[in-house]
């Protein structure tokens, strides 16, 4: 079954970091674009981040650029989303996303998500 | 960045009615764009890709389509499990933008 699988969600303080892992089952991990999307409790989704298949490639939104980095482990089939000086604003639902065929595609696969909380 | 912007923001209708949402870009974006439908608590699930191609699995009443930078999703006769909101998405350049979001209640 293909399948994502997200962890490493909770509360952490305004300026803490943490670090979202992405699992990745019943499909060749490698071959593809992966991509990180949140959403902020009652709001809309937010493209965050996204990764080319061997890591060459990132590209992110400006609101996070220079404090989230995106990453991956083909060997582990995971992808990685570390976040450094959290503010309130972050606190969403993060989910890790496969791209479908080509990076100008959509997001075929999704995982349940991992909610990221940023309070004091 | 390229602003997706969706109408209308909500809408109520009936089982069996022909639902349209509409979705404007800020700019030319060829036909790279996508369409999800999300229900509460669940993620985002993908309908339509590259503007028109359906996603495997998708059941063929969802259709999309393109005119410049106008795109629609029309779903041709509403099923019950078709309540939720709908999400367009531009995949033509960095920033990826999310339009923001079309709930589709029971009328």
């Known amino acids: 079954e293909v399948q994502l699988v997200e962890s490493g969600g909770g509360l952490v303080q305004p300026g803490g970091s943490l670090r979202l892992s992405c699992a990745a089952s019943?499909?060749?991990?490698?071959?593809?674009?992966m991509t990180w999307v949140r959403q902020a409790p009652g709001k809309g989704l937010e493209w965050v981040a996204r990764i080319k298949q061997d890591g060459s490639e990132k590209h992110y939104v400006d609101s996070v650029k220079g404090r989230f980095t995106i990453s991956r482990d083909n060997a582990k089939n995971s992808l990685y989303l570390q976040m450094n000086s959290l503010r309130a604003e972050d606190t969403a639902v993060y989910y890790c996303?496969?791209?479908?065929?080509?990076?100008?595609?959509?997001?075929?696969?999704w995982g349940q998500g991992t909610m990221v909380t940023v309070s004091s | 960045d390229i602003q997706m912007t969706q109408s209308p923001s909500s809408l109520s209708a009936s089982v069996g009615d022909r639902v349209t949402i509409t979705c404007r870009a800020s700019q030319s974006i060829s036909s790279y764009l996508n369409w999800y439908q999300q229900k509460p608590g669940r993620a985002p699930k993908l309908l339509i890709y590259?503007?028109?191609s359906l996603q495997s699995g998708v059941p063929s009443r969802f259709s999309g389509s393109a005119s410049g930078t106008d795109f629609t999703l029309t779903i041709s006769s509403l099923q019950p499990e078709d309540f939720a909101t709908y999400y367009c998405?531009?995949?033509?350049?960095?920033?990826?933008?999310f339009g923001q979001g079309t709930k589709v209640e029971i009328k």
């Open positions: 019943g499909f060749t991990f490698s071959s593809f674009w």
């Open positions: 996303a496969r791209v479908h065929l080509s990076p100008w595609d959509g997001f075929d696969i």
């Open positions: 998405q531009q995949s033509y350049s960095s920033p990826l933008t």
């Open positions: 590259a503007a028109s």
